[in-house]
């Protein structure tokens, strides 16, 4: 039991348990399983992420595509990355104990912890984003959200963006945007209108106005 304390076992140890009690109070029904509900949280709170998004739009679409966050629920996303860094880093401090000391073999079991959540939680990001379309579709599919005005929740250029929208139902969605290649970025706070659905992008290309009332005007 003492062993299971040290540092070096800790720092994989408490990530597995939290996953582990989330999980159970999930189970429990403690909390919600929202798929949208804790990346809202985090894009409408931390300014400092809307701000890097400024700074390295390219950057932050690619780390938050990596992991399919917008297409797959971010509690899984982060479940899986604590299971896995937790069981690959405690599995690895125990097979290099008894050769290493812990100042060194804890560098080596953070590096393999690292490798392998990081590239697992990527394949079931991948697996999962082919598979959730078709079982779980936001109570209405994409394309049926596409006419529909909503709210920029993140800054929206030709790489990146979110929006929320309501469907007919009033359910809230937060979905993937981007504005047509040339186009100046919208803010965000800005409201939006869904134009369409890219499937190529899996995001919709999103305007300020409606393009035929522009015409007219």
Known sequence: MTELLQWWNLIFILPFVGALFYILMLGAGVVAGDHGAELNVDMDHDSGLEHLHDIEPGMLARA??????????????????????????FASNTLLEPILPSILFVWVSIAIALLVSVGFTRMLAVLLARIMPATETYAVSLEQLAGKWGEAVTTID???GQAHVHDDAGVLHTVPCLVRGGEAKIERGTQVILLFFDKTHKAFLVGTDMPALKKAV
């Open 158 to 160: 030709d790489t990146f």
């Open 64 to 89: 938050l595509s990596f992991f399919g966050i917008g297409r797959v629920p971010l509690s899984i996303i982060l479940v899986s990355i604590c299971f896995l860094w937790g069981f690959a880093g």
